[in-house]
């Protein structure tokens, strides 16, 4: 009577361990699905926005070297001064890449570890 006790609950707690095996598996699936997906999301937004960003920017630089060339009468040193234009803030972003790396990991880090 004992033995066949013992192996009733030892039949329940295989089935019970299989079954939390089971649903942790898909709850980590689910939790993988589910970052992949706001990854997948945030990434196709933020080339949206910025191909639109980049586009503007272009148009906006062109304008003003344009504007900044006919002001000084040589269009070329409207490109030239938009050229350095970039090139300084290229320089200021390359100066702080530092500051913006920790905003951003902790960003990444609250969206990947925080269940909403």
Avoid: C
């Avoid at 992949?36 to 949206?48: D, E, G, N, P, Y």
């Avoid at 304008?63 to 350095?84: K, Q, Y």
């Avoid at 790396?101 to 990444?108: A, C, G, H, I, T």
């Amino acid at each position: 009577m004992a033995f066949e006790e013992l192996k009733s609950d030892f039949a329940d707690s295989q089935r019970a361990a299989k079954e939390y095996i089971e649903s942790s598996a898909e709850y980590y699936k689910l939790k993988t699905f589910k970052f992949v997906m706001r990854a997948v999301i945030a990434l196709t937004v933020v080339l949206f926005l910025g191909t639109l960003a980049m586009l503007a920017v272009f148009f906006l630089s062109v304008a003003a070297a344009f504007a900044i060339g006919n002001h000084l009468g040589n269009l070329a040193n409207g490109f030239w001064i938009m050229g350095g234009f970039y090139v300084l803030l290229g320089i200021l972003g390359y100066a702080l890449r530092n500051k913006l790396e920790s905003p951003v990991l902790r960003k990444f880090s609250k969206d990947y570890f925080e269940d909403k």
